[in-house]
């Protein structure tokens, strides 16, 4: 099986995710860990899913998922800034983090769909 970037990175983003949860559970802020939990691991979930798609427009609307995902940890994650429950030390990395998958997933979606359509455009003028 050949390397994933995007695996790799949301894999590593989603340990990332359970350290941050950890010290907003000592902080007792467990409504708000429970959705950044839910959502910064579920990214990754959705990619491995994808990869294993059985199709090109389950491979596409997995990795949609992957980046609704992203987008909503990335809304979180901006919240726990903006509202100093936790050090922006702690934050700020994973902000970064969540917009560099976002910028990913963003482009292999439009990619795929791109590619979807060339695809069926070609059989089209074949028929």
Wanted: aromatic letters at 6%; one cysteine or more; a positive charge.
């Amino acid at each position: 099986m050949k390397p994933s970037i995007v695996k790799d990175k949301s894999y590593k983003f989603a340990l990332g995710i359970i350290c941050l949860v950890r010290c907003l559970r000592e902080q007792k802020e467990y409504e708000i860990a429970g959705q950044v939990m839910r959502a910064g691991t579920s990214i990754g979930a959705n990619i491995e899913e994808a990869l294993a798609g059985i199709s090109r427009p389950d491979f596409v609307a997995k990795m949609g998922i992957a980046s609704k995902e992203a987008r909503e940890t990335h809304y979180w994650l901006r919240l726990l800034r903006d509202s100093k429950i936790i050090s922006q030390d702690l934050v700020n990395p994973m902000i970064r983090e969540s917009e560099e998958l976002l910028r990913i997933l963003t482009a292999i979606v439009k990619t795929s769909q791109y590619n979807h359509a060339i695809e069926n455009s070609k059989l089209k003028i074949k028929t």
